[in-house]
């Protein structure tokens, strides 16, 4: 079965902190992995691919398929970057649909 | 860019009523949509994918005759929630899926959702 799981719901850091927010995908095929973003009362925005391999924002995230991970990582966070993060996953099989995880909370403090 | 527009942007209905939320892609054909349902500070729960000119593919427990989805046209799908009730009240999220090659967001681009509570 196709599954993401993000392993913490909150995780708290202080600005210049490095961070890595965790995703592990359970996929019988070759995924595409996403992450995306949520800004309080705003809507969900794409930040990164796992195909474009880009930093957007500081932050990037690497495929593991042994790992079957794809772990988001910035070295400096800043304050702006507390928001909801969500890791999703599309297949070739599933008609183009996208598969959440739980979310994880991040909130930098000062 | 892809532009979702997702109406209205909050209801508040009595218990037995029914609601609609509409989905509109602006400036974009979406041959597919799709719709989710988010409680606060969790996941989006995918409701069912929304195919211009058929019927609707629901996820495994999602009441059909509760949830009505209509994609009449290449820019508009709408959910309609029958006979809400309390349990009901959530907040619902539509994605659109730009088919065009090299559209941005790499295609999926979400609405700015529609809160629901039923009272």
């Known amino acids: 079965a196709q599954r993401v799981t993000q392993p913490e719901k909150l995780l708290s850091v202080f600005k210049g902190a490095p961070v890595e927010l965790k995703c592990n995908y359970s996929y019988s095929g070759s995924p595409e992995l996403f992450w995306y973003v949520q800004y309080s009362r705003q809507r969900l925005q794409l930040l990164l691919r796992h195909i474009s391999r880009e930093s957007i924002k500081g932050f990037t995230a690497d495929l593991n398929k042994g790992e079957t991970s794809f772990h988001l990582k910035k070295p400096f966070a800043q304050e702006e970057d507390s928001a909801m993060y969500y890791c999703?996953?599309?297949?070739?099989?599933?008609?183009?649909?996208?598969?959440f995880g739980q979310g994880t909370e991040l909130s930098v403090k000062p | 860019g892809a532009v979702v527009s997702q109406h209205p942007s909050w209801v508040i209905c009595k218990s037995g009523t029914s609601v609609k939320i509409e989905c509109r892609s602006l400036?974009?054909?979406?041959?597919?949509m799709f719709w989710y349902r988010q409680f606060p500070k969790q996941s989006l729960m995918l409701m069912a994918t929304?195919?211009?000119?058929?019927?609707?593919?629901?996820e495994q427990g999602v009441e059909k005759d509760k949830f009505l989805i209509n994609h009449a046209s290449l820019t508009l799908s709408t959910l309609t929630v029958t006979s809400a009730h309390p349990e009901d009240s959530s907040f619902y999220i539509c994605?659109?899926?730009?088919?065009?090659?090299?559209?941005?967001?790499?295609?999926?681009?979400f609405g700015s959702g529609t809160r629901l509570t039923v009272v």
């Open positions: 400036d974009f054909q979406a041959t597919t």
């Open positions: 999703a996953l599309s297949g070739h099989n599933q008609g183009g649909k996208l598969i």
């Open positions: 994605s659109a899926r730009d088919a065009r090659t090299g559209a941005t967001n790499y295609g999926y681009t």
């Open positions: 929304s195919n211009e000119g058929s019927k609707a593919t629901y």
